[in-house]
């Protein structure tokens, strides 16, 4: 089945440690994306990448951090500078090339972060 | 300022009313795209339409019906004989593809949850 999968379902932290958030896609999509959901607030996007080795920051990048070192694979990176981390993280990927804005994104599971 | 609107936090209807939710985009884009996504309490985020803004024409989809106006800037979303499994929150998201635009990504309004009781 292709799909998207993000690991784990649940994470908890501890505040000031490092996270790093598994999302993986076996759609063979170029575009790669990373949002955060808080209640009443929409979808935010944090970082997104459009193609291997390549990634640009969303609109609330800070404290954040990504690679995309292959095409299926784009963790994300919750550091200890990103002052309110606990959230609903989504990620996505679109079979958009260069960015093409016409396809619709898929969309993983989610991760629910909880830090304390 | 807020690309995509959705005024309604949330909507309550019983099962079989019909239910339209709504969406006010902002761009000064000449091509982009609307897009409608359901998120069931599961979490996991569906792709229900994609509408590009040359195609003005009403699409219906069994008992999901959508109704885009450029000349309002709205691309609303109507639900027919509402049901349970209708309950969800729903997010309208728009494109942008003119040139110098950041392609690809997606600028979402807020969401409208929607509860469909029996």
């Known amino acids: 089945d292709g799909g998207i999968t993000q690991s784990p379902k649940y994470l908890f932290r501890k505040e000031g440690q490092n996270v790093t958030l598994s999302c993986e896609q076996n759609l063979n999509h170029d575009a790669m994306y990373w949002y955060r959901q808080d209640p009443g607030q929409g979808l935010r996007l944090i970082y997104y990448s459009q193609i291997v080795n390549d990634f640009q920051k969303g609109d609330i990048a800070e404290g954040y951090s990504v690679s995309r070192e292959k095409k299926e694979s784009f963790p994300l990176t919750v550091t200890s500078a990103q002052k309110n981390p606990t959230a609903f993280y989504l990620c996505?990927?679109?079979?958009?090339?260069?960015?093409?804005?016409?396809?619709?994104?898929?969309f993983g599971p989610g991760t629910r972060l909880t830090v304390t | 300022a807020q690309k995509v609107t959705q005024a309604q936090t949330e909507i309550s209807v019983v099962e079989k009313e019909d239910v339209t939710l709504d969406c006010v985009y902002e761009t000064r884009d000449t091509t982009y795209y609307l897009f409608w996504y359901k998120q069931p309490p599961s979490g996991e985020l569906v792709f229900l339409i994609r509408?590009?803004?040359?195609?003005?024409q009403n699409e219906i989809s069994g008992r999901y019906s959508w109704n885009f106006q450029k000349s309002t800037s709205s691309f609303n979303f109507t639900i027919t004989a509402s049901q349970v499994v209708d309950s969800a929150v729903y997010f309208c998201a728009l494109s942008e593809a003119d040139r110098g635009s950041t392609l690809g990504r997606l600028y979402f309004g807020r969401g409208t949850q929607l509860t469909v009781w029996p």
């Open positions: 996505a990927s679109s079979m958009g090339l260069a960015g093409d804005p016409s396809y619709e994104q898929y």
């Open positions: 509408r590009n803004s040359f195609d003005e």
